[in-house]
């Protein structure tokens, strides 16, 4: 009897070979084990080139790292996602995490865990958990690609992107995982450039500048906010979030023309931007001189 897969559209084989690992478990699709059944499917192959690669790891920049190599870990990991394929997730996490109380620093544990949470769309979660995986293993192509899809899901593209590249650089070319990945690349940089007229990279440095500013104006640090999502648009001019969150900061300092130009610069650039015509009727109705109070 088989199932579809959602990820790739094939057909999903119900029988299992019990001598399979954990990272034989599709841990983004249909939480079913893969096997050569799986065909096309980029998690398959993307399991054969994580086991070479633990057999030979490549050296890192630094030369040093330690990966913990533990056959009855992995059966343990594989065992809790076996839990959560049949819906019993919180059964899943309580045995991952008396695994990890035990194995604090296995890559398989930590990568089970945000396996686990991105199952439950927990995707802020499941990304803490790939990193972690990744500092003890840097080359674990499966976390990094799997961690790019979680930022998808949080419709971070900047660091979608990112983690696209890991997976791209540490995984081999002809891998469907690494195609996957290396065709979003490529989407992207003719989608920005496109619509907002740049390079990936430079995008990329852009929204940069677009995250410190933000987490500045998250404090209330208006001025330095401002700042920063200067030098955003000063990459990427077309960047309409940019535009539109110095037209707030200019009116929580008191200057309704400045915010008013950069609110209609943003509604210039995307006219459906909601937040920057409901900012542009709040910023109407102040006074110059006068800064809004409230967000």
Same mark, same amino acid.
């Given at each position: 009897?088989?199932?579809?897969?959602?990820?790739?559209?094939?057909?999903?084989?119900?029988?299992?070979?019990?001598?399979?690992?954990?990272?034989?478990?599709?841990?983004?699709?249909?939480?079913?084990?893969?096997?050569?059944?799986?065909? !096309?499917? /980029? *998690?398959?192959?993307?399991?054969?080139?994580?086991? %070479?690669? #633990?057999?030979?790891?490549? =050296?890192?920049?630094? &030369?040093?790292?330690?990966?913990?190599?533990?056959?009855?870990?992995?059966?343990?990991?594989?065992?809790?996602?076996?839990?959560?394929?049949?819906?019993?997730?919180?059964?899943?996490?309580?045995?991952?995490?008396?695994?990890?109380?035990?194995?604090?620093?296995?890559?398989?544990?930590?990568?089970?865990?945000?396996?686990?949470?991105?199952?439950?769309?927990?995707?802020?979660?499941?990304?803490?958990?790939?990193?972690?995986?990744?500092?003890?293993?840097?080359?674990?192509?499966?976390?990094?690609?799997?961690? !790019?899809? /979680? *930022?998808?899901?949080?419709?971070?593209?900047?660091? %979608?992107? #990112?983690?696209?590249?890991? =997976?791209?650089?540490? &995984?081999?070319?002809?891998?469907?995982?690494?195609?996957?990945?290396?065709?979003?690349?490529?989407?992207?940089?003719?989608?920005?450039?496109?619509?907002?007229?740049?390079?990936?990279?430079?995008?990329?440095?852009?929204?940069?500048?677009?995250?410190?500013?933000?987490?500045?104006?998250?404090?209330?640090?208006?001025?330095?906010?401002?700042?920063?999502?200067?030098?955003?648009?000063?990459?990427?001019?077309?960047?309409?979030?940019?535009?539109?969150?110095?037209?707030?900061?200019?009116?929580?300092?008191?200057?309704?023309?400045?915010?008013?130009?950069?609110?209609?610069?943003?509604?210039?650039?995307?006219?459906?931007?909601?937040?920057?015509?409901?900012?542009?009727?709040?910023?109407?109705?102040?006074?110059?001189?006068?800064?809004?109070?409230?967000?």
């Amino acid at each position: 009897m088989t199932s579809m897969c959602p990820l790739c559209g094939k057909r999903k084989a119900q029988r299992h070979c019990a001598r399979q690992d954990m990272t034989d478990i599709c841990a983004l699709c249909c939480v079913a084990r893969r096997e050569v059944t799986c065909g !096309a499917c /980029a *998690y398959y192959t993307t399991v054969q080139q994580y086991r %070479a690669v #633990r057999r030979t790891p490549a =050296a890192p920049p630094d &030369g040093h790292y330690i990966v913990e190599i533990n056959p009855e870990v992995e059966r343990a990991v594989n065992g809790a996602m076996e839990l959560a394929q049949k819906g019993k997730t919180n059964q899943a996490l309580t045995s991952m995490n008396g695994l990890l109380r035990e194995h604090p620093r296995n890559h398989i544990v930590c990568y089970g865990l945000g396996a686990l949470h991105a199952i439950e769309g927990a995707h802020k979660e499941a990304i803490q958990w790939f990193d972690k995986a990744i500092a003890i293993f840097p080359y674990f192509v499966e976390a990094h690609f799997n961690k !790019a899809v /979680a *930022y998808r899901k949080q419709f971070d593209v900047g660091n %979608a992107i #990112r983690a696209y590249r890991k =997976a791209v650089e540490f &995984g081999k070319r002809a891998d469907p995982m690494v195609e996957q990945a290396q065709s979003f690349l490529d989407s992207m940089t003719k989608t920005i450039r496109r619509h907002e007229g740049v390079d990936l990279d430079t995008y990329l440095k852009a929204m940069t500048e677009f995250d410190d500013a933000f987490a500045l104006m998250e404090k209330g640090n208006w001025l330095r906010a401002l700042e920063g999502f200067r030098l955003c648009v000063a990459l990427t001019e077309r960047h309409a979030p940019s535009h539109g969150n110095m037209g707030l900061c200019y009116a929580k300092l008191g200057h309704k023309a400045k915010a008013l130009a950069e609110l209609d610069r943003a509604l210039e650039i995307d006219p459906r931007y909601e937040l920057a015509m409901a900012n542009r009727v709040v910023v109407e109705r102040m006074e110059e001189g006068r800064p809004i109070v409230g967000r």
